[in-house]
């Protein structure tokens, strides 16, 4: 007895033990919070590419006459300077062509000597002729033979001149000839090329076979980048550029933007456009054809506030609201992507209060309120107008919001604007300007929408009336009499001291979006919205944020219980800019683009 007695209490224990272990190993792990601090710091939104150097002036050097290479006399590397001898053709041939050309020169002479003589004696005949004939003691026809001879004499003298004046050419064309057989340096400068032996033969036909290659200053060399096509609307000339080479990968050189080449260069259906880079040489550390990392700085801010672009990217999903004891937001809001697209910025940087869970208030819009916006109050959830597809604005016969748009209107989003008009079929533009105009903004000023806003009552009425038909100061029409988008003025006209393009383009619109950002404290989630500026790709400029100051910790992700989950990624190249890819962990946070959006 003592025995089963023994063996019972023993699997008890036993059994005990592993209950109690199987229901500590089903107890639920709190989750994990990851957050990342605000620093203070520079920040300087680039646009990255790759280059060539090049000399600012390189001349090549060829021969306007075949034959072969007799000598040289600069190599690679050689300074030369203006008037140098730098190479010499066999002048054998040029010079029996002088030879030739001379001998003719000198017969044609002779045969002039000879028809002058000629030509006296003719008129002499003339006049002695002329005399009988007067005295009754020559006949008329007799006279008129010594008239024609002397006139005969006379063309054939003029034509003996001429080949004169040929012979005279030719001589000089084997001079010159004679005379370009050496081959002398253009500028003072530097050889960076050869490309010819002695004992070579050049031929040159349609075109000058080319023997050197001068670089005429290489303390001043120029980057030859191709920047893509979405990256040259904020090229401007006399932007800061820094740029690495392999050679000295340590060190970093600058430069400044000169010149946006307008022609595009499409390569496997990408377009890119070349950008000449002006680039000090001081030390000849640079040399041609080296390959350059080019950033090219859009803008700078120094000393300001820093929000990672992990922290700005974090969503939490609803098992996550779930495991802190929050209500997860109800199903059937309006999504961000849209609504973000339809107010004209970024996914990551739109209202969320669809998003947010009930006991979590909402905080107001930050900054001065601008005209037209009604801020939402507080637990309340704002419906989002839908987005106009056929004009690009907000339909106003869908629109229920109790937050305005932003009043934000830039010249470049105009610009795509009356683009997409000008793409629509009559009857549908004018339906689109209408409601545009109904709602109080005003496509064809340049003022945007906040001037549409303070306009009168008549004043929109009368410009509805103009965009509607005919002509008007800011617009034409089409032949139906109906408005259309106005046509900017003509490029001489904009700037008449201009003399290139390039100073036509209008400065750099202010980067300034909306984002959002979570704080972890007593346990809770809690949203913060805030004011963004540029960004470098891995933070983003904080222009206003309540309760966010240096070393605030912004929450980046969540882990749930055991689960791994990847980290949003946090390190770009700085030419990714503010727009990352979409990334996420299981159980986490959500990734939605890049904090600072342009």
Known sequence: MKRVLLTLAVLSALGGSGYAYYRYRQRPVPPTVTTAPVTWGDLVDRVGATGTLQAVTTVQV?????????????????????????ARLDPSLFETQVEQARANLTRAQADVERLRVALDDARTKLARARELSGRQLLSRSELDAAEVAARSNEAQLRSTEAQVTQAQAALNQAQVNLAHTVIASPIDGLVISRNVDVGQTVAASMQAPTLYVLAADLTKMQVLANLDESDVGRIRPGQTVVFRVDAYPSEEFTGKVAQVRLQPIVQQNVVTYATVIDVPNPDLKLKPGMTANVNVEIARRANVLRVPNTALRFRPSNEVLAALGQTPPAAGGHGSGDTGRAYGVTEDQTAISSTLPVSAPVQPPVGPSRRGDTPAKSGSTPVMPERDTAAGGYDSARRDTTVAPPARDSGERRGRLLARLQTLPPEERDRAVERM???????????????????????????????????????????????????????????????????????????????????????RLSQVRVRLGITDGQTTELLEGPDIEEGTALVTNVTLGNATTRPALSAFPPFIGGQPVRFGGPGGGVGRGGGGGR
């Open 437 to 523: 105009l109904a709602r109080g903004f005003d496509p064809t000023a340049r003022g945007g929408r906040d001037n549409a806003v303070d306009a009168a009552p008549s004043d929109r009425n009368d410009t509805r009336d103009r965009g509607r038909g005919g002509t008007n100061e800011r617009g034409g029409a089409d032949s139906s009499g109906r408005g259309v988008s106005p046509l900017k003025s003509p490029l001489a006209t904009r700037n008449p001291e201009a003399t290139t393009i390039d100073a036509l383009f209008g400065p750099l619109p202010t980067v300034e979006t909306v984002g959002r950002v979570w704080l972890f404290n007593d346990g």
């Open 62 to 86: 060829g021969t306007q006459v075949s034959g072969t290479i007799q000598s040289l006399y600069a190599d690679f590397n050689s300074l030369v300077r203006k008037g140098q001898v730098l």
